[in-house]
């Protein structure tokens, strides 16, 4: 039995007459009992006539069809199919639905047809009394949805699933209020049209009934066909996966290199990893970050440097640790170029660790150095004695072309050598992340004051770089 009380009596009989489908009818009573929603239409038409003491009532029919077309278990059965065949793993959903802008309208225009009788009656009701559509259309479809795909649908889920109708007839329904309340329809970048849902629903709150009534019918005219349901859709959050690289080849840039349209070298540390993780997350694309980043030819060892993968889309999203193991040690199998360890599943809002307080950083770098000047090893022990040194860096003319133009402070920590012969040593450096090291060696033409040249009075050069440590304590490490 339907929950209506007698008040609703005169209600009932005002939409039935004005061919409203019984789902919206049980939606004006304000009928919050999600069961009476997945109830039959023809149970529920038999059930309110009788409430009324009728045999007939005219064809009734809702706004767009929505409640009377699409809430049988053949159409949950259609969105179960279409959400199979993405082959998405997932133990719970949330089921998100979008309606015609102009729904707003007709709905509004119900609504107004109510109330002159609930006003005749000096009774009550509130438009935000009335159960929207879309919670009337989710009582009714998605306990099916959800045993069909044997998973659980709540209000908040990594995966969603989304339905969306259309309904071409009536799309000039909401046209008048852009004469009406023009300051509520203006153009966006990413709409196709002014007339949004929350622009048509601004508008309504702001034009008055009389002014309403005066451009629209109430109740609203029949429509002649139903709405028409697009492509059911899937979407799964996206997954984070973190580690530490090693960068062994001096021929393999981080992200892939292309150069006037033209890519150069093949592969590159992103590629790399990326390439197994996408295929077991079944991910649509990623987006790849790290802790700072090294040029093609510089090698990245020690333990590594912290980096996050964001895999779009993800159809299978839950691996256990053994499985990410797994994963890791394909990577790292697939090349020779590179190793990853610490590989695991974070959160968003844990990437952003990588990120924080990064110019406040330490790195370590090991470099192979030239001088023109014949050297000792006496003539570099001065530069061990060199502590916490200042440094102005303007934008270097190497990366000029994606970097804006600035002079950057920088601080080199501290240095140590090691002395190989009369044009040749290894310097150590400790410096704050950000700092260009190359730079800092051969002076880039004296847009790096004061360089290694400066120090050393002579002309020097960096033949070889490697990047030591990279100081953060990001991701957390993990026990062979």
């Given at each position: 039995m339907l929950s209506l009380k007698e008040k609703d009596r005169p209600i009932v009989r005002k939409l039935l007459c004005a061919g409203c489908c019984v789902r919206c009818v049980l939606r004006f009573c304000c009928v919050g009992t999600s069961s009476a929603y997945r109830r039959s239409y023809q149970d529920l038409h038999k059930e309110l006539l009788a409430f009324i003491s009728e045999e007939n009532s005219p064809q009734s029919h809702d706004a767009s069809g929505v409640l009377q077309d699409f809430c049988d278990p053949s159409f949950a059965e259609q969105v179960s199919d279409a959400v199979k065949k993405q082959q998405y793993e997932?133990?719970?959903?949330?089921?998100?639905?979008?309606?015609?802008?102009?729904?707003?309208?007709?709905?509004?225009?119900?609504?107004?047809?109510?109330?002159?009788?609930?006003?005749e009656k000096s009774m009550c009701l509130g438009k935000d009394d009335v159960i929207q559509v879309k919670d009337a259309f989710k009582w009714a479809v998605q306990g099916k949805i959800g045993q069909e795909l044997g998973a659980a649908v709540v209000a908040n889920s990594p995966c969603e699933v989304s339905i969306s109708f259309i309904h071409p007839e009536t799309e000039e329904d909401c046209h008048f209020l852009a004469h009406t309340c023009p300051d509520c329809f203006k153009p966006t970048k990413n709409k196709a049209s002014v007339f949004t849902r929350m622009a048509v629903v601004k508008a309504l709150e702001k034009i008055s009934e009389e002014k309403f009534s005066r451009h629209y019918p109430c109740p609203p005219k029949k429509a002649n066909t139903r709405c028409t349901?697009?492509?059911?859709?899937?979407?799964?959050?996206?997954?984070?996966?973190?580690?530490?690289?090693?960068?062994?080849?001096?021929?393999?840039?981080?992200?892939?290199?292309?150069i006037d349209g033209e890519r150069r070298m093949d592969g590159s540390v992103e590629e790399l990893i990326a390439a197994p993780l996408l295929s077991s997350f079944r991910a649509d694309g990623f987006n790849f970050s790290s802790s700072g980043r090294e040029d093609v030819d510089v090698r990245t060892l020690g333990n590594g440097r912290p980096f996050a993968v964001e895999l779009l889309n993800p159809h299978r999203a839950k691996f256990n640790r053994a499985e990410i193991k797994q994963l890791q040690e394909t990577i790292n199998q697939s090349s020779d170029k590179i190793r990853v360890r610490d590989l695991q599943i974070v959160t968003r809002d844990a990437t952003s660790r990588m990120k924080e307080g990064e110019e406040e950083k330490t790195k370590t770098y090991s470099a192979l150095i030239w001088t023109q000047k014949a050297i000792e090893s006496p003539d570099l022990e001065f530069l061990a004695n060199i502590k916490d040194l200042r440094i102005a860096q303007k934008t270097p003319l190497r990366v000029l072309h994606r970097r804006p133009l600035a002079v950057r402070q920088r601080l080199v920590h501290s240095m140590t050598t090691i002395y190989l012969d009369k044009h040749h040593f290894t310097l150590k450096l400790c410096t704050q992340a950000g700092t260009y090291i190359k730079e800092f060696v051969h002076g880039d033409f004296g847009r790096t004051k004061p360089n290694l040249c400066d120090l050393m009075k002579t002309d020097a050069d960096i033949l070889e770089l490697d990047v030591e440590s990279v100081d953060i304590d990001w991701p957390p490490a993990i026990p062979d």
């Open positions: 997932f133990d719970s959903l949330v089921l998100t639905v979008s309606l015609p802008a102009q729904l707003s309208v007709r709905e509004h225009s119900c609504w107004l047809h109510v109330k002159k009788e609930v006003r349901a697009l492509d059911t859709t899937c979407l799964h959050t996206s997954v984070f996966i973190a580690g530490r690289y090693n960068k062994f080849s001096r021929e393999l840039p981080q992200t892939p290199w292309v």
